[in-house]
């Protein structure tokens, strides 16, 4: 069996080698590139949420010097071999409406792209966009997920006949049983309010032609290289071998740049129509109505227990929001949620049923923490509505109900089997951090004394299905993708180490882990691996980057190609020293003959293997691998979060004290970017809880349609995360590795808008929707003291 060098690497915080040149100005976005000749896009949008589209006059927008095209639906229509599809039909019978990159006849959501406009300069494709005239007839729109089921609601797609998408069950467990023999059923109706993901960077393409070997290049500012290779190929009907795609440096995705946008499929045409570089960069006004948003439920739930507080039954009916179209995963966003809404807890039988539901509003996908952090929030709001009717402590209601600890899967209610975990531990770790019974001593002190500025404690116990996807359970649930990740390592000449990955990194610090993992396999320093990432010509194999799966999956793909290049040195050493295999010893990048001091180092059987002038008969030149890794389950990283809230009750103003946060990503490879992670997804949690809501007037216009109507947190409103962990290391992968990056997001949302509660539930609050602003907070108080 290989001997590998003990971990000198893994488990420290190497300062994160991306950094440098995105502080001093070196990064390369995709909006810096522009080359010779480069014609810029710019989109008239609809200004109404549905409507139908009865005349376009460009003849204004066509006579202004520099524009080049000025194209409407109909004209861009041959281009494309079919429209924006979608990724994730999740039943059989879903419907699926037609989605051009320009709307053809009829707009569906404000925002959506009716006419494109290429001239020589930005300028003045924005000034031509502004003369095209479109004759709109508007149409009656619908808004509101529960109102878009009605009789008689307003369609959004006349041919479909229905505003109804698709329904999802999955019973597991006789739950009419549970529910008939509990003590206590509890019910809650929660909103996962509309989020608008807001990347400091917005999206960006430009598409550059190979006149000669007539292919393109397209530069987008993705996580998805590989998926946006692959999907441009289909709906401009290109050969995948004719398409590059480059994702530069990206500033920020967050789920909502997992996607192929009509602007890139645009792009790409008019290039090919054009014959010239295209680009298009997005505006922040346009982010707000042409982006992807997040989240978008109505979710119901009610749990049934015994009056000790034990749960022996979960119902869960979802309606989630699809917007007017089906963009790459917007169905199964919602569903892929269903295997985590039982949380850390143990109990007998679980029934969850999803409803898609179509509206006139742009379109929902994927958001940090995708699914599991609407989970999450609703099994920890209806935890704390338990222990409400129950006259119990919040915290012991999960102590009593939390799985025992295990080293290898565990089925759990939903049916899934969690990879491995301890969550009393984390739980009470984060107890101890927080002082939690010292603040429950508080709270009543302040609250006997009647004191208007009332202090709250809020839990959030979570988990999250990471290491997204195995293959075959990914075709299960109908995602059309593979899991597997692809990775190449090769030993250079120099003996320096050239890693190539088919993750593609916006954040999350690859170059610096992933030369990390290679250090301790092949006994080399970090400085000497070189990762190559975000380019199909470079990387044309690989799954890309979201849910949590980097390194769980392509790190372990890393790993195990570095491990082949050892068995291959090693070959080659046992030759070179003339020594059986089994005779050597491999430690800190050097081969040696157990019992003596003959040896070699892999740099120098890297020169060997180069040069070829001396290697055994079965060995192949140079000292590369690659490997592809389909991970046999997911990874089910897990923790623990405590947020401690004052609320002024005569202003319903909520200022967080402390924040505590103690995960469990299995073992750690860079314990600083972990943190870093875990600090930038708590800080989204909490704005969901506390800030952030995307909303409509009845009519379908966005009336949070710029950043000074939308709101997020300041450095100022946020206090100092207090981080620690627990480590359970994952059985699924080698590296027992299992994720972070989704984690923080994902237990902050219900920590934050249960420490509210918490605060008022003294004067009668059972529970504010989020997110849980000041006026929100001063209702539901008035409400509560004043009752109709």
Same mark, same amino acid.
């Given at each position: 069996?290989?001997q590998?060098?003990?971990?000198r690497?893994?488990?420290?915080?190497?300062?994160?080698?991306?950094?440098?040149?995105?502080?001093?100005?070196?990064?390369?976005?995709?909006?810096?590139?522009?080359p010779?000749?480069?014609l810029?896009?710019?989109l008239?949008?609809?200004p109404?949420?549905?409507?139908?589209?009865? $005349?376009?006059?460009?003849t204004r927008?066509r006579?202004?010097?520099? /524009?080049?095209?000025?194209?409407?639906?109909e004209d861009v229509?041959?281009?494309?071999?079919?429209?924006?599809?979608? $990724?994730?039909?999740?039943t059989?019978?879903?419907?699926?409406?037609?989605?051009?990159p320009l709307?053809?006849?009829?707009?569906?959501?404000?925002?959506?792209?009716?006419v /494109?406009?290429?001239a020589?300069?930005r300028?003045?494709a924005?000034d031509?966009?502004?003369?095209?005239?479109?004759?709109?007839?508007?149409?009656?729109?619908?808004?509101?997920?529960?109102?878009?089921l009605a009789?008689?609601?307003?369609?959004?797609?006349?041919?479909?006949?229905?505003?109804h998408c698709?329904?999802?069950?999955?019973?597991?467990?006789?739950v009419?049983?549970?529910?008939?023999?509990?003590?206590?059923?509890v019910?809650?109706?929660?909103l996962?309010?509309?989020?608008?993901?807001?990347?400091?960077?917005?999206?960006a393409?430009?598409?550059?032609?190979?006149?000669?070997?007539?292919?393109?290049?397209?530069?987008?500012?993705?996580?998805?290289?590989?998926?946006?290779?692959?999907?441009?190929?289909?709906?401009?009907?290109?050969?995948?071998?004719?398409?590059?795609?480059?994702?530069?440096?990206?500033?920020?995705?967050?789920?909502v740049?997992?996607?192929?946008?009509?602007?890139?499929?645009? @792009?790409?045409?008019?290039?090919?129509?054009l014959?010239?570089?295209?680009?298009?960069?997005?505006?922040r006004?346009?982010?707000?109505?042409g982006?992807?948003?997040?989240?978008?439920q109505?979710?119901?739930?009610?749990?049934?227990a015994?009056?000790?507080?034990?749960?022996?039954g979960?119902r869960?009916?979802l309606?989630?929001?699809?917007?007017?179209?089906?963009?790459?995963?917007?169905?199964?966003?919602?569903?892929f949620?269903?295997?985590?809404?039982?949380?850390?807890?143990?109990?007998?039988?679980?029934?969850?049923?999803?409803?898609g /539901?179509?509206?006139?509003?742009?379109?929902?996908?994927?958001?940090?923490?995708?699914?599991?952090?609407?989970?999450?929030?609703?099994?920890?709001?209806?935890?704390?509505?338990?222990?409400?009717?129950?006259g119990?402590?919040p915290?012991?209601?999960?102590l009593?109900?939390?799985h025992?600890?295990?080293?290898?899967?565990? @089925?759990v209610?939903?049916?899934?089997?969690?990879?491995?975990?301890?969550?009393?531990?984390?739980?009470?770790?984060?107890?101890e951090?927080?002082g939690?019974d010292?603040?429950? *001593?508080?709270?009543?002190?302040?609250?006997?004394a009647?004191?208007?500025v009332?202090?709250?404690?809020?839990?959030?116990?979570?988990?999250?299905?990471?290491?997204?996807?195995?293959?075959?359970?990914?075709? $299960?649930?109908?995602?059309?993708s $593979?899991?597997w990740e692809?990775?190449?390592?090769?030993m250079?000449?120099?003996?320096?180490v050239?890693?190539?990955?088919?993750t593609?990194?916006?954040?999350?610090?690859?170059?610096?882990?992933?030369?990390?993992?290679?250090?301790?396999?092949?006994?080399?320093?970090?400085?000497?691996?070189?990762?190559?990432?975000?380019?199909?010509?470079?990387?044309?194999?690989?799954?890309d980057?979201?849910?949590s799966?980097?390194?769980?999956?392509?790190?372990?793909?890393?790993?195990?190609?570095?491990?082949?290049?050892?068995?291959?040195?090693?070959?080659?050493?046992?030759?070179?020293?003339?020594?059986?295999?089994?005779?050597?010893?491999?430690?800190?990048?050097?081969f040696?003959v157990r019992?003596t001091?003959?040896?070699?180092?892999?740099?120098?059987?890297?020169?060997?293997?180069?040069?070829? *002038?001396?290697?055994?008969?079965d060995?192949e030149?140079?000292?590369?691998?690659?490997?592809t890794?389909?991970?046999?389950?997911?990874?089910?990283?897990?923790?623990?979060?405590?947020?401690?809230?004052?609320?002024?009750?005569?202003?319903?103003?909520?200022?967080?004290?402390?924040?505590?946060?103690?995960?469990?990503c299995?073992?750690?490879v860079?314990?600083?970017?972990?943190?870093?992670?875990?600090?930038?997804?708590?800080?989204?949690?909490?704005?969901?809880?506390?800030?952030?809501?995307?909303?409509?007037?009845?009519?379908g216009?966005?009336?949070?349609?710029?950043?000074?109507?939308?709101a997020?947190?300041?450095?100022?409103?946020?206090?100092?995360?207090?981080?620690?962990?627990?480590?359970?290391?994952?059985?699924?992968?080698?590296?027992?590795?299992?994720?972070?990056?989704?984690?923080?997001?994902?237990?902050?949302?219900?920590?934050?808008?249960?420490?509210?509660?918490?605060?008022?539930?003294?004067?009668?609050?059972?529970?504010?929707?989020?997110p849980?602003t000041p006026?929100r907070?001063?209702?539901?108080?008035? *409400?509560?003291r004043?009752p109709?």
């Amino acid at each position: 069996m290989t001997q590998t060098a003990p971990h000198r690497h893994v488990g420290t915080s190497l300062p994160r080698r991306e950094d440098a040149p995105l502080l001093t100005g070196r990064a390369s976005w995709t909006e810096n590139i522009t080359p010779p000749g480069t014609l810029h896009l710019a989109l008239v949008r609809s200004p109404l949420a549905h409507a139908r589209i009865t $005349g376009v006059d460009t003849t204004r927008a066509r006579e202004l010097s520099g /524009v080049v095209a000025v194209l409407t639906g109909e004209d861009v229509a041959g281009e494309f071999a079919i429209g924006l599809p979608c $990724g994730w039909p999740v039943t059989e019978d879903i419907k699926i409406p037609d989605h051009p990159p320009l709307a053809r006849g009829e707009v569906n959501h404000v925002g959506e792209p009716v006419v /494109v406009v290429a001239a020589r300069d930005r300028a003045t494709a924005l000034d031509a966009a502004g003369l095209v005239e479109v004759d709109y007839e508007p149409l009656p729109a619908v808004v509101d997920i529960e109102a878009a089921l009605a009789d008689g609601a307003p369609l959004v797609h006349e041919d479909l006949g229905t505003n109804h998408c698709y329904t999802w069950p999955m019973p597991v467990g006789d739950v009419d049983a549970a529910f008939a023999q509990a003590d206590v059923v509890v019910e809650g109706r929660y909103l996962q309010q509309r989020v608008i993901p807001s990347p400091m960077e917005t999206r960006a393409v430009v598409v550059v032609p190979d006149l000669v070997g007539a292919g393109y290049t397209v530069y987008s500012s993705t996580q998805v290289p590989h998926f946006l290779r692959d999907i441009l190929a289909m709906i401009c009907g290109i050969s995948d071998s004719k398409l590059r795609v480059v994702a530069p440096d990206v500033g920020g995705g967050f789920g909502v740049k997992l996607n192929v946008y009509a602007e890139e499929a645009l @792009a790409l045409a008019l290039a090919r129509r054009l014959g010239a570089p295209v680009k298009w960069v997005e505006t922040r006004s346009e982010h707000h109505i042409g982006t992807c948003h997040g989240r978008g439920q109505v979710q119901r739930i009610a749990v049934a227990a015994t009056s000790e507080g034990k749960i022996l039954g979960m119902r869960v009916n979802l309606l989630a929001d699809m917007g007017a179209y089906l963009q790459l995963l917007t169905p199964g966003i919602a569903v892929f949620g269903a295997f985590t809404y039982c949380g850390l807890y143990d109990f007998g039988a679980y029934s969850f049923e999803c409803q898609g /539901v179509f509206t006139n509003l742009t379109p929902t996908d994927a958001y940090r923490g995708a699914g599991r952090s609407e989970a999450a929030y609703a099994h920890e709001r209806i935890m704390d509505e338990l222990a409400a009717e129950l006259g119990m402590d919040p915290a012991e209601v999960r102590l009593r109900n939390l799985h025992p600890a295990f080293s290898e899967p565990r @089925a759990v209610p939903s049916g899934v089997l969690y990879d491995s975990g301890d969550y009393e531990t984390c739980m009470r770790k984060a107890m101890e951090l927080v002082g939690y019974d010292e603040l429950r *001593a508080e709270q009543r002190r302040r609250r006997e004394a009647g004191e208007a500025v009332a202090l709250g404690i809020g839990i959030g116990n979570f988990t999250e299905s990471g290491g997204l996807s195995p293959s075959k359970v990914a075709a $299960g649930v109908r995602l059309q993708s $593979g899991g597997w990740e692809n990775a190449a390592v090769r030993m250079l000449v120099s003996g320096k180490v050239e890693v190539v990955t088919g993750t593609s990194p916006h954040g999350q610090a690859h170059e610096t882990v992933w030369s990390q993992i290679v250090a301790d396999a092949l006994g080399v320093d970090p400085a000497d691996v070189e990762v190559l990432h975000g380019d199909t010509a470079v990387a044309p194999y690989g799954r890309d980057t979201y849910g949590s799966r980097s390194v769980a999956v392509g790190g372990t793909a890393v790993h195990l190609a570095s491990g082949k290049v050892v068995e291959k040195a090693r070959k080659i050493a046992a030759h070179m020293l003339e020594a059986a295999e089994d005779d050597l010893e491999f430690e800190a990048g050097r081969f040696s003959v157990r019992g003596t001091d003959k040896g070699t180092t892999i740099q120098e059987v890297a020169l060997a293997a180069y040069m070829a *002038a001396d290697l055994p008969e079965d060995v192949e030149p140079t000292l590369a691998a690659d490997s592809t890794f389909d991970p046999p389950n997911f990874t089910w990283p897990f923790g623990t979060h405590i947020c401690v809230v004052e609320v002024d009750t005569e202003t319903g103003r909520a200022q967080i004290r402390r924040f505590v946060a103690v995960d469990d990503c299995g073992i750690v490879v860079n314990p600083m970017i972990v943190e870093g992670q875990v600090h930038g997804g708590v800080a989204q949690g909490i704005s969901q809880a506390l800030y952030e809501e995307a909303l409509f007037d009845a009519d379908g216009n966005p009336t949070t349609a710029t950043l000074a109507d939308y709101a997020f947190p300041a450095a100022p409103d946020l206090p100092s995360f207090e981080l620690d962990a627990t480590v359970t290391p994952s059985p699924t992968n080698p590296l027992g590795v299992k994720g972070i990056g989704e984690s923080g997001a994902i237990g902050s949302s219900p920590a934050a808008l249960n420490a509210v509660v918490d605060a008022v539930a003294h004067l009668g609050v059972r529970h504010i929707d989020m997110p849980a602003t000041p006026q929100r907070v001063w209702r539901a108080i008035q *409400a509560a003291r004043n009752p109709e």
